[in-house]
């Protein structure tokens, strides 16, 4: 493994942000002390971090972690893109001032993810018309983010308007090159996608990767009963990297022929008051790094 690629890891190991009741006892200091302990140089942003900057890196610099990055709920749906690069300086700012230089974006118009009561089948579509105009209000923001040196790394997600390989593949076309994708192995598994296939053919648009594995069981199981993305969650629908159905080889392959650069987070979404957060990140970071060093050798 190079250099260039570094592992980190998402707190959703060890609290919740879409139902905070889980892993409520479990303190920001918790996650960073075992999230380092665990092998990982990084950490995303949760609900739990603070947001001033001095106070961020404070609580970073002891445990030798970075800031990986942090997620931003876009309304594109509903304002122009300048409206909204004004309404995420905030955001942008911590992040920059932690050296951050990548921005986890995804549209939250009519989202379901974070309502109990709303089956996987009530999640949003994206009106056929409406592609166009989203693609370039979402080209236009990626755009102005460049020129404060941030990347936006799109994240397609259960329970929004991009969550299929489909609304993936219209995103993809309807935006400019500005536009980076986030590519999450699980939430593409989730919504009946293969992260390999997209992996190979939109290599050169990945610029952020979030490794979460899937257990084909309980996947095969919430989808039939139609049941909210967060009862998948708390079913176990999710795992880390090495406990599911996902080939990391073949979806990092092709990665690192298109030159990838950047970070590996684990992120899954597990409860863990059964899935102990310690247990889960080591096994995550043990199975991604032998993952990562035979692919970016």
């Not at 006892?25 to 971090?49: D, I, P, T």
């Not at 030798?64 to 905030?90: I, K, N, T």
């Not at 996902?246 to 990838?260: K, N």
Request: charged residues 25%; proline residues 5%.
């Amino acid at each position: 493994m190079t250099s260039s690629i570094r592992l980190g890891i998402n707190p959703l190991t060890w609290s919740n942000d879409d139902l905070p009741s889980l892993g409520a006892e479990n303190s920001l200091e918790q996650c960073l002390r075992e999230a380092r302990a665990a092998g990982y140089v990084g950490v995303e942003l949760g609900h739990k971090f603070p947001r001033d900057p001095a106070a961020l890196r404070a609580a970073l610099q002891p445990h030798g972690l970075a800031l990986v990055s942090g997620w931003y709920s876009a309304r594109l749906l509903e304002r122009e893109a300048d409206a909204e690069f004004a309404a995420m300086q905030p955001h942008l700012e911590l992040l920059a001032a932690l050296g951050s230089d990548v921005v986890v974006v995804a549209e939250v118009t009519q989202c379901t993810h974070g309502d109990r009561r709303a089956r996987q089948s009530r999640r949003p579509y994206m009106p056929a018309g409406r592609w166009p105009l989203f693609g370039e209000r979402l080209t236009r923001l990626a755009e102005l983010m460049q020129r404060r040196g941030l990347r936006l790394a799109y994240h397609h997600h259960m329970g929004t308007v991009v969550q299929s390989t489909d609304d993936v593949e219209r995103l993809l076309q309807s935006s400019g090159e500005a536009v980076g994708l986030l590519l999450d192995t699980g939430h593409l598994r989730f919504a009946g996608g293969d992260p390999v296939d997209v992996a190979t053919r939109h290599a050169r648009r990945v610029v952020h990767v979030h490794c979460k594995d899937v257990r084909p069981d309980v996947l095969a199981d919430v989808r039939n009963r139609d049941t909210s993305f967060l009862d998948a969650v708390l079913e176990g629908v999710f795992t880390v990297p090495g406990d599911g159905s996902v080939d990391y080889d073949a979806v990092l392959a092709p990665l690192a022929a298109a030159g990838y650069r950047g970070w590996l987070v684990v992120e899954a979404e597990q409860d863990p008051a059964v899935a102990h957060p310690m247990t889960y990140a080591s096994l995550g970071h043990r199975h991604l790094a032998a993952v990562a060093a035979r692919c970016f050798a």
